[in-house]
């Protein structure tokens, strides 16, 4: 009888220890942490690692439908070309936040890594659950679930033309005035013309919201609007106050910055502004104590508005293919000015950073209240000290400052493109029906 008693308590502990492992909601923001540091040392652009959020984040959430029917809704007939997902048959050994997990990162490493970017990190998480009791018929079952899913999942995202648009014709530089061309120190050329042409999920089409055109390039006439912006970027860059600083280097997310010493030349390497979201969602989802259900539908969210909102404004960049500030005063006012932050490589109307932000902080201000104060330390791991916001949406707004002390955005495009970003993750919210 005391045997009985002993065997049934350790088996009863082991039990709980796994679960409380494998179902704590930061492992998932770990997890999502994980496939942030492998799209930063791939060199991915922003909107390509916005991809591969996306649709990890989507595979997580559907395993989680298939575990809770009655308080989550899959997203199959809200999301473009998403017209079904397939299960395996019902098993009660599989363990849904397990197989959530697992599904993350499968599909976060199939839509574009090479296979097995992902593995290390998997089989530590494995191992430490399997230490931890979890038995060899749950964990086979939850990978059973994952991959059907994932399956389901991986083969949706290959058709969203992707693969199309890497061998799609590459963007012509010409020097016009007013028209992009490569900036300094890379040269580097212009990056995904043709994003534009990747399938949305939510938003109907690219072009859904059209901004005003930006002003007209006028650089001789002193009393033009595009002076004005021109001669406001160069006064701000050349008087950044030590706060401005800290506001343009914690929004910099620059992927893969090229530093340059005398004759010496190399590359270091931040998150994009797609991947910083992905922190502050696992930041907020830990700060609300949200349950693990809930942290995956915030990530899944989240990520969908800035997919949707980086196709948006890629089709305004490449619509207008306007300069770089630092184009225009080096040609025309300051051969030697540079601006603050390094410029990247796509035109300059409308801003990336300020879209995807505002569409984002739409979708956490959604999933977690407006007024939500927090305190951001995604940037402690590249040197740069937290900052803190009242809510996501003063977050967003702070962004659209910083792009602009960078030295990177006309203060106008800045403006526009936080109201066109609010407008896609608005839709988004409005047309996604997660929870029940």
Request: charged share 20%; glycine share 4%.
């Amino acid at each position: 009888m005391g045997l009985c008693v002993v065997i049934c308590l350790f088996s009863c502990r082991s039990n709980n220890e796994y679960k409380t492992y494998l179902h704590n909601p930061e492992l998932f923001s770990q997890a999502v942490h994980q496939l942030n540091t492998v799209v930063m040392g791939n060199n991915f652009p922003p909107m390509v690692a916005a991809r591969n959020y996306s649709y990890a984040a989507i595979a997580a959430y559907e395993v989680i439908v298939s575990g809770y029917p009655a308080q989550y809704q899959s997203l199959v007939g809200q999301l473009h070309g998403f017209t079904k997902v397939s299960l395996p048959a019902a098993n009660p050994s599989a363990d849904i936040e397990l197989a959530a997990l697992l599904a993350y990162m499968k599909v976060g490493e199939a839509v574009t890594f090479p296979e097995g970017s992902m593995q290390t990190y998997k089989d530590s998480i494995l191992q430490e659950a399997r230490s931890k009791g979890l038995p060899s018929e749950v964990e086979k079952a939850s990978q059973v679930l994952a991959d059907s899913v994932s399956a389901s999942i991986i083969r949706w995202s290959k058709k969203d033309n992707y693969l199309e648009t890497r061998g799609a014709d590459k963007y012509t530089v010409k020097d016009i005035p007013g028209r992009w061309i490569p900036t300094p120190p890379l040269y580097a050329s212009a990056a995904e013309p043709h994003w534009k042409e990747i399938r949305t999920m939510v938003i109907d089409s690219a072009s859904i919201f059209a901004p005003p055109p930006p002003p007209d390039f006028n650089i001789t006439d002193k009393n033009s609007k595009y002076y004005h912006e021109v001669m406001a970027i160069k006064n701000a860059v050349d008087s950044l106050t030590p706060e401005q600083r800290h506001m343009a280097e914690f929004w910099d997310d620059n992927p893969f910055k090229m530093n340059v010493t005398g004759h010496v030349m190399f590359g270091s390497k931040k998150f994009s502004p797609s991947g910083h979201w992905m922190s502050v969602i696992g930041i907020a989802a830990k700060q609300a104590k949200a349950d693990y259900a809930t942290t995956v539908c915030a990530f899944a969210k989240t990520s969908i508005a800035l997919f949707d909102a980086f196709i948006q404004c890629w089709y305004v960049k490449y619509t207008y293919n306007t300069v770089r500030p630092e184009t225009v005063i080096n040609k025309y006012i300051d051969m030697n000015w540079r601006p603050y932050l390094q410029t990247p490589a796509f035109p300059e109307y409308t801003c990336g950073h300020s879209t995807i932000s505002a569409s984002a902080a739409e979708a956490l201000t959604n999933m977690f209240g407006d007024n939500f104060a927090y305190t951001d330390s995604t940037e402690l791991e590249f040197g740069i000290k937290n900052r803190s916001f009242k809510s996501f949406r003063d977050a967003a707004l702070e962004n659209n400052w910083a792009r602009f002390y960078g030295g990177l955005h006309f203060h106008n495009s800045c403006i526009i493109s936080t109201e066109i970003g609010k407008q896609v993750g608005d839709l988004v919210v409005d047309r996604l029906h997660m929870k029940k």
